[in-house]
């Protein structure tokens, strides 16, 4: 005899929908580099905008945040010693 009363939040599903966003959408705050994912922005956000770069060349003092850039500097400016 009870009747079945399923509580049903439309308004959650709109609000669930309108926080999918696409990919490309989560600029970041600080340097407003365009994020895919809002846990990339967040993690650069905490990780490496505004930070000193980290990685140092060992042929001068040009500074790198990634190896692979620093890979990259070293193979082109320093080519000769190397
Ligand atoms: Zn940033
Ligand atoms: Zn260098």
């Given at each position: ?27 970041c705050p600080q340097c407003?580099k ?10 650069h956000l905490k990780i490496e905008c505004g930070k ?31």
């Amino acid at each position: 005899m009870e009747t079945m009363n399923i509580p049903y939040l439309p308004n959650t599903l709109v609000q669930q929908q309108s926080n999918m966003r696409g990919p490309g959408e989560f600029p970041c705050p600080q340097c407003f580099k365009i994020y895919k994912y809002k846990r990339s922005m967040i993690a650069h956000l905490k990780i490496e905008c505004g930070k000193e770069p980290q990685l140092s060349c060992p042929y001068c003092p040009h500074r790198s945040k990634k190896n692979h850039h620093l890979a990259v500097h070293i193979r082109a400016i320093h080519k000769d010693i190397i």
